[in-house]
């Protein structure tokens, strides 16, 4: 097994993406090619073959390894639940619940599993492809490091530095970690590589050359922006895009502080026939919604007052005054209820908060996690789709008897007496192709003209192409080293 690990020179210059279109370039030259990435922060998360949960940029990469995702790809998850804490998932399980300042002491203890699910991923592979976690150059958190050079180290892998030239100053990026790196980790890495260039590359040679110089180490590359990164999905909520498409059914969707799973919109944000708006804090919602979507959050009671304290609540009770329609997905569907119970304080302080009430049900949150693959029936259309639910939590009330879907024989979810309102637990069902365009079909008749599962394949294809274009990935392959068992 050889592997090759991907570091920022800071945090979002397109690691995940790079990763993805690598993969799968190696994948169509013939090799089994598997993607890892120790630790990870996300609270866009997917659940497993093997039942646990992993970051959604490793679920990604594995479909571009053309494999399913597993635990091992992403052994440790973090998932902001407030400002100072995290949940700590580890080979797919939640361990705890801990504070900024406490998970330093908790980082020590989880290199062990770390190298345990590399070695066993590794045994299944030709190549492994890993992915760093924010910058090498934070040197003050490099103590029990287990993201970036601590791994690195650990594990023997060499590492490709990447830039990011579409913020500017990527000749300091680069030579300046090579400056405060220790020298052992700095001997580690093997090259760079400049991403998200706009214009004529030629104009940066002169830079290209600077960095080789300076830093001592070669160049691979300089990629250029890839306008195709609107089709995948995006694991950082400040990449989502404002807008998407421009059909005239128009779905809303706030972007709550904590939001989770996110990418269950995008293939409404593909589709020909419709126009998705995520709502940034400070904006209101557009009046002339047809459909709003409130979405997964990490921190349901959080999530509330946040989207409160935006006047989102007054915004939405109108819009469902004008007849408009409403779907809460997991944290969402939460919040829709009459009453959010948390004696335990597993999101937060203990206590319960009032809800929207535009569903008739309570929801009392419990210390079990629901990870789960499903198949469920929509209700009102007899359309079948795949999800999958994770979330903590249990909704219960009389719009329970109007459910949003089947599944096993059990009912799910919830809908008003009116039909208007809905919600639901299951995560990635717009991604069914059959489903999306029978509920958009039943809520305003609109067509869909989407095949999301080809779209998403054939923009993996075309970055992968694009990657081949712009680097030297004989180069990477060569550079990718043996590592022992």
């Known amino acids: 097994m050889r592997a090759l690990m991907i570091q920022g020179a800071g945090s979002n210059v397109g690691k995940s993406m790079l990763v993805a279109g690598l993969a799968r370039a190696f994948l169509r030259r ?106 090498p150059a934070e040197v003050n958190l490099r103590a029990g490091d287990i993201a970036n050079m601590g791994f690195a180290r650990a594990a023997g892998v060499p590492v490709l530095l990447v830039g990011d030239i579409d913020r500017g100053g990527v000749i300091a990026q680069i030579v300046g970690t090579r400056a405060v ?63 998407s498409g421009e059909g005239g059914f128009h779905v809303v969707c706030p972007v709550l502080s904590r939001i989770a799973n996110f990418d269950d919109l995008d293939p409404l944000g593909l589709e020909p026939g419709v126009r998705l708006t995520m709502v940034r804090a400070g904006h209101p919602l557009p009046g002339d919604a047809d459909l709003v979507i409130l979405p997964g959050t990490k921190s349901t009671r959080g999530d509330l007052a946040f989207f409160c304290a935006q006047g989102w609540d007054i915004d939405l009770a109108a819009h469902v005054r004008r007849g408009g329609r409403v779907l809460g997905l997991c944290g969402g569907y939460q919040m829709l209820g009459r009453r959010i119970v948390d004696a335990e304080g597993l999101e937060g302080t203990p206590g319960e908060t009032e809800g929207l009430g535009l569903l008739d049900i309570v929801t009392e949150m419990v210390p079990e996690k629901r990870l789960t693959r499903v ?14 639910e994770i979330h903590i939590g249990r909704s219960d009330g009389p719009d329970r008897a109007r459910p949003f879907a089947m599944v096993d024989g059990r009912p799910e979810g919830a809908i008003s007496g009116d039909g208007r309102i809905m919600g639901s637990y299951l995560h990635g069902l717009f991604a069914e192709d059959g489903f999306r365009a029978a509920f958009l079909q039943g809520l305003g008749g609109v067509a869909s003209g989407l095949s999301h599962g080809a779209a998403v394949e054939a923009a993996l294809d075309d970055l992968a192409a694009h990657l081949e274009a712009h680097m030297d990935v004989d180069g990477l392959l060569e550079m990718a080293r043996p590592v022992p068992g």
Not at 66 to 82: A, C, F, H, R, S
Not at 230 to 235: Q, T
Request: aromatic share 8%.
């Open 375 to 388: 198949r469920a029936t929509h209700v009102p259309t007899g359309a079948g789709f795949s999800g999958y």
């Open 181 to 243: 790196l220790d020298p052992e980790d700095a001997d580690l890495i093997c090259g760079f590589a400049i991403n998200k260039f706009r214009g004529d590359p030629a104009l940066f040679e002169d830079g290209y050359r600077l960095i080789e110089e300076k830093a001592g180490w070669r160049g691979f590359g300089v990629v250029p922006w890839f306008e195709g990164a609107g089709r995948l999905p995006a694991e950082d909520a400040l990449d989502l895009r404002s807008a």
């Open 30 to 135: 013939g090799l089994t090619v598997r993607p890892f990435k120790p630790q990870n922060m996300s609270n866009n998360a997917a659940v497993t073959a093997d039942g646990g949960e992993i970051g959604r940029a490793q679920a990604l990469q594995a479909l571009a390894c053309g494999v399913e995702p597993m635990v091992d790809m992403n052994p440790v998850l973090l998932k902001p639940e407030t400002e100072t804490g995290a949940q700590v998932v580890v080979q797919g399980r939640r361990v705890a619940t801990v504070r900024a300042r406490d998970y330093a002491a908790l980082k020590p203890t989880l290199m062990a599993p770390v190298l345990e699910s590399f070695r066993r991923l590794g045994g299944e592979a030709d190549l492994v492809l890993v992915e760093g976690a924010g910058s």
